[in-house]
Structure formats: structure tokens, C-alpha cells
């Protein structure tokens, strides 16, 4: 099965014991001093000294050159994986580009092997107020725009301000807390939060793109637009043909190459993006060398369609790597907005009619594990009773939410795999019933007496075999059940317009889960254009819990206040979940290489950035590649 619409993290990850409750620095503070530091964490703890010259995971010989071309396997904002019209790709208008963020530079990168660690790109240091509301980088004299112009602290006020007032819904909202940017001069950027503002909300501004305050001088951010803006990143954009690929170059003296936090990465000399409509007719491209790296995220692809030429003669290589991130959430999201599903007895009812052991075994090839919870694959997931803390948390709420919360959390039920499960088709059947839904002639009745119809919405038709099953079963139920596949444009609006039953997503979580949690599940955003609350979540108790989870002052707390929000969210059937994997299946012609395993916390398996072009294995390559025919004389041809 295909995971689809893999978005940015929740959260930033987590720290060991904090130093500091919001986030801060790395170096000791008093109540009177603010502590400059190279980087940043959540609870105030950095592996990597202010000397340190490269991460760890990275090789720093490395070739440059080459390269690396590959299909969108997740989207963020306004974002598709099948088409692009814009190359602004942090608006909700559009259809943004994917790679776009290779062309800017944000103030800190993410380190790999640390749970929620930033250290200095464009900014050398930051000073965090004793009251840990106000932020102060000094950036870096060497930072460039592409053109050659400095960048300045000017630029960056400039950036923040303009994705907090016109930049997409979800950046918007979790910049709700950031009150001010300004710069007092180039080199300073001074960035103020409010109080009890979320606890990764400036890890998530620190990373935020920079772009050119002159460029924006005389162009509109907010229009949709294939002028090609001004970066400052590694590479800038290279060849495009719209909606069918784009290619980034990368830039040859890039003012950050030498960094600590870039040596050893972004070693090709081009990036590109190749688009399919198809799924299938992306992997025939692949076949055909048309692009040369995939993630897998198709079980009956991965086991059986590996078979052509190239793989059996080792010109492609496979492998599993490892991913030990959190797995998050991906399922059906059930639009709650709409009164027919109002009733949670009616959402667990179709939930009911989902046999995931027939579909894993039958179209799967028993690839994948039931997902049960948001956290999935982490400690962060609820099991058993409560325990006293998760107690203390929950008992505000008794009363206002299902009693099951203070007992064993919800777990979808485990089918007999025949995919005709009687015994729980009966037991929706019965969940329907009391919730004043009867059947008559075969047809299941809402309260006001029409039929009981729901739609799936998609746009991958390779999704298709996975809802067969599942809308027969929701036949035996008398509900009519459809599956509308409509193009990624139309689907992007209307999911963003919650103009839908039922719709997949897919995101996961962090080790840190913050004030990007909002965006998700928060009643706020059940009422936002563009969020990916796609259920409707409004829940008093579940807007309580996102605070505890923000206002926790260490991991333990956060742990506690995350496996109370479980309990209830689990207990709300606001989806019917999907299933996960904990590797990432790859496949790439054997001419690249890279470390022996991705770093435990980048959320992917990096091939952008640290995996490289190696001759060696381009020249086997080439040495395996079949010869072409003889092209046959006119003579011949003749005969």
C-alpha cells in the first residue's frame, strides 16, 4: 500500500532533562544574562559543541557532481505530487513545486541525530531573554542571495512577517505565538514570542525560509506565480517544464558551503523532480531509467514489480533502510462536520466495516502492522489503563468525554481475515441501529429517511483495490459506499474546503510533538481553510491536552500529557485507521552511495542531501548497461 501526503513532522523531537521549559540555549543562564549559543533545542541540550565541524552522519569525501532525479513522495502546504503550475510553494494558492526549499536558506538546519536540535546556517549564534520571549540571532556578513546581494537581518524581519500575515494557513497558524520580527541593524534580527506561546514554535520559525526584501519590493508574495524568486540555498532552480519536472542546479560557490552544518551534503550537481499522473506509469518511467531513485510505498509493487531487466542484473539496487521514527497516523478521516457522521457509534460502525487482515494479506502481501494511534511506534502511545499522572490529566474531562478514556484505550478490531467478518458486521450493524439509523429494504436510513450514502475521495488510483472490500462491506450495512478519483487540483480543494466524507492522510509525528499539533487537531483548526484537521476535531478536552503536551517541562511530562491525548482522541473514531512500516523500502540505479543508515531522527532517508554520486559504480553501471542494436543499413533495410 501506498503511504500518501507525507507532510512536515509534528513537532521537533525531544531533549534529554531541560534546562529551560520553552526551549533555549545550550549554555547555562542566570535570571539576569541571556546566554549566546550556536544552536537551539526544545529542552535546552546540543550534542555538538560551538567548534564542531560537521554532523556526524555525514562523508565528508564525498564527491560533488552528478545527478539525482526522483518523484515527490510526500507534499507540504500547497504542495502536489503529481503536478506543479507555481514555484511558490509556501501559500495556499497554486499547485507549489516540489524542491523549492532547496533554493532558500533558513536561519538554523535540523541536525539528523538529535531528537530536536538546530544549529546556525545564516545565523552564527542566538541569544534566548531570561524569559525565553525573545529571540535574538546574529546573522552570518558572508550570507548571499543568488545575485550576489547580501543578506541581511532586514530580509529575514521581512520573511516572518510576511508567511505570518499572507503565507499558507498551516504556516500561519503555527506562527500564531511569534508576535514580532525586526531588525535593528543587518547583522541582528530580533524575533519576539508571546507568553505561554508553544514550546517549538521558534525552532519551527528558526527554519523557516529567508527571502529577498527587494525582491518582494515590486511582486505580490501571496499570487501564484512561475517567475523564478530570488534564493539563497544550495541550489536554484534549472530547467523546468511545467507540471512535468523541474530541476535544481546546484550553486558552484554557495556562500554556505563550508559550513559546519553543510559540509559533506548536497553533493549533487542537480536535483530533479520528474511528475506522473499515474503511479503506474511512474514506475514503468523508473524502468526506463527516466528518473533514478523511488521510495516504495506500494506492498504489491515492492513484492512483484521488480522483476524487469535492470533490477535482475543489478544496474538497480534495493534495499530496506531503517526508519525509527515515530510512524504517525494514516487512515481514512472522517469529515465530522457533516451530521451524518456526528455520532461516533456511526464512525466506529464504518470503521467495523474495514477488514485490514484480509486487506493486508490479499493486496499487501503482509507487509504492513494495523495502525492504532497518532503515535504510533513511539512511547508516546497510550496502552492499558491510565496511569496516576495520565489520571491527574484525564479527570478534568470525566463526564465530557466517553468513559472508555479512563480505561484500555481503543484498538480497531482484529477480523478473521476473510474479509466478510459476520460477527463484526453484526456488531456494526447494531451500532448503526442505536444510532437511530434502521434498515429498510436493504437500505440503511438516516434519521430524516434518506439513504445512507458515503463517498471516498482520492486522487491515486492505485488506491482503488484497497476500498474495494470496504465499500462491499459498507453494502452489507446497507450504506452506499462510492469511490471518487478526481485530479490533484480538484482534490486539493476540496479537501481544503472539507468538501468530502471520507479522505486518506497521512502525517507523522516527531519525538517532540509541540504547537505544530494544533494544525491537526485543535477546534481552531476545524474551522480553517486549508488545515489538515480533515475530521472536524472540536473537542474542549482535546484542546486542553495540546496545551499540557506544550506546556510539559520534560520528556516524562510530555510522554504523560501525550498518552492522555491518545486516550481521547482514540476514543472520539474520528478515522478509521491504516497500517505503517518501520523501514523505508528504496530502489535507485546502482550509482549512487551513501552512510550505512540514515540518521535515527531525520524523518527520511536523506538522499538529497547526503547520498552521492560515485564513479566507480558508474562506470559498472555502464559496463552492465545492455548494447544497443546495430542500427541495419539502408541496404538491409531495403531488403
Not at 559543541?49 to 565528508?60: E, G, I, Q, W
Not at 534566548?128 to 543578506?151: C, I, M, N, Q, W
Not at 526506463?288 to 506492498?299: D, G, P
Not at 519525538?511 to 476535531?537: C, E, H, V, W
Amino acid at each position: 500500500m501506498m503511504r500518501i501526503n507525507r507532510r512536515h513532522l509534528l513537532g521537533l523531537g525531544v531533549g534529554a532533562a531541560a534546562a529551560v521549559r520553552f526551549g533555549g540555549v545550550a549554555t547555562a543562564q542566570t535570571a539576569n544574562s541571556a546566554a549566546s549559543s550556536h544552536g537551539l533545542s526544545i529542552f535546552g541540550d546540543l550534542k555538538y559543541p560551538a567548534d564542531f565541524k560537521n554532523f556526524d552522519y555525514v562523508n565528508l569525501a564525498a564527491p560533488k557532481g552528478g545527478l539525482f532525479s526522483t518523484i515527490p513522495s510526500g507534499r507540504a502546504y500547497n504542495q502536489s505530487v503529481q503536478t506543479y503550475n507555481s514555484l511558490n510553494a509556501f501559500i495556499l494558492k497554486g499547485e507549489g513545486a516540489q524542491g523549492m526549499g532547496l533554493t532558500f536558506a533558513p536561519l538554523m538546519v535540523r541536525a539528523g541525530d538529535e531528537p530536536d536540535a538546530m544549529y546556525g546556517l545564516v545565523a552564527k549564534t542566538v541569544q534566548v531573554s531570561p524569559d525565553k520571549l525573545t529571540y535574538t540571532f546574529t546573522l552570518r556578513p558572508e550570507a548571499r542571495f543568488h545575485d550576489g546581494s547580501k543578506l541581511t537581518a532586514q530580509d529575514a524581519a521581512f520573511s516572518l512577517t510576511v508567511l505570518k500575515a499572507k503565507g499558507h494557513p498551516l504556516i500561519i497558524q503555527q506562527m500564531r505565538d511569534m508576535v514580532s520580527a525586526s531588525a535593528p541593524d543587518d547583522a541582528t534580527l530580533v524575533v519576539r514570542f508571546a507568553e505561554k506561546r508553544g514550546r517549538d514554535v521558534p525552532l519551527f520559525v528558526a527554519g523557516l525560509p529567508i527571502f529577498s526584501k527587494a525582491y518582494y519590493a515590486t511582486k505580490p508574495f501571496d499570487e501564484s506565480t512561475m517567475d523564478v524568486p530570488l534564493g539563497s540555498g544550495p541550489y536554484h532552480v534549472g530547467r523546468i517544464e511545467i507540471g512535468r519536472s523541474i530541476e535544481f542546479e546546484r550553486v558552484k560557490d554557495w556562500w554556505g558551503a563550508d559550513l559546519p552544518v553543510s559540509r559533506g551534503s548536497y553533493n549533487f550537481d542537480a536535483v530533479r523532480y520528474e511528475f506522473y499522473r499515474d503511479r503506474e506509469a511512474a514506475m514503468q518511467g523508473f524502468s526506463a531509467k527516466n528518473y533514478l531513485f523511488r521510495e516504495e510505498f506500494t506492498a504489491r509493487v515492492w513484492a512483484t514489480g521488480y522483476d524487469f531487466p535492470a533490477v535482475k542484473d543489478g544496474r538497480i539496487r534495493r534495499e530496506t533502510l531503517p526508519d525509527e521514527t515515530p510512524s504517525g497516523a494514516q487512515g481514512w478521516f472522517i469529515n465530522t462536520r457533516r451530521d451524518k457522521f456526528k455520532d461516533p457509534r456511526v464512525r466506529e460502525a464504518i470503521g467495523a466495516a474495514f477488514d485490514f487482515e484480509w486487506t493486508n494479506k490479499t493486496i499487501m502481501y503482509g507487509a504492513y502492522a494495523r495502525t492504532h494511534s497518532p503515535f504510533q511506534n513511539s512511547d508516546m502511545l497510550a496502552s492499558g489503563p491510565p496511569s496516576p499522572d495520565e489520571l491527574k490529566l484525564l479527570e478534568p474531562f470525566r463526564g465530557q468525554v466517553p468513559d472508555e478514556v479512563f480505561g484500555t484505550p481503543f484498538v480497531p478490531p482484529v477480523s478473521d481475515g476473510s474479509g466478510n467478518d459476520r460477527s463484526l458486521l453484526r456488531r456494526a450493524s447494531q451500532l448503526l441501529q442505536d444510532a437511530g439509523m434502521p434498515i429498510k429494504d436493504g437500505k440503511r436510513l438516516l434519521p430524516n429517511g434518506e439513504q445512507f450514502q458515503l463517498e471516498f475521495l482520492q486522487d491515486e488510483p492505485s488506491f482503488q483495490p484497497h476500498h474495494g472490500p470496504f465499500i462491499k462491506n459498507l453494502a452489507t450495512l446497507g450504506i452506499a459506499a462510492s469511490f471518487r478519483l478526481v485530479d490533484p487540483v480538484q482534490y486539493r480543494a476540496r479537501v481544503e474546503d472539507f468538501d468530502f466524507d471520507l479522505a486518506i492522510e497521512r502525517f507523522s509525528m516527531s519525538a517532540t510533538p509541540g504547537d505544530s499539533m494544533r494544525p491537526f487537531f485543535s477546534s481552531q483548526a476545524a474551522k480553517t481553510k486549508g488545515s489538515y484537521n480533515l475530521a472536524g476535531i472540536e473537542s474542549p478536552a482535546i484542546d486542553a491536552l495540546i496545551e499540557k503536551i506544550l506546556a510539559a517541562d520534560d520528556r516524562d511530562e510530555l510522554t504523560i500529557a501525550c498518552r492522555a491525548f491518545d486516550r481521547v482522541f482514540r476514543a472520539g473514531r474520528y478515522w478509521v485507521p491504516q497500517w505503517y512500516r518501520t523501514n523505508h523500502p528504496v530502489a535507485y540505479w546502482d550509482i549512487f552511495s551513501h552512510v550505512e543508515k540514515p540518521p535515527r531522527y531525520l524523518g527520511g532517508v536523506g538522499a538529497i542531501e547526503f547520498w552521492w554520486s560515485d564513479p566507480n559504480k558508474a562506470a559498472n553501471a555502464a559496463a552492465k548497461t545492455p548494447a544497443e542494436p546495430k542500427s541495419e543499413s539502408k541496404s538491409e533495410q531495403a531488403k
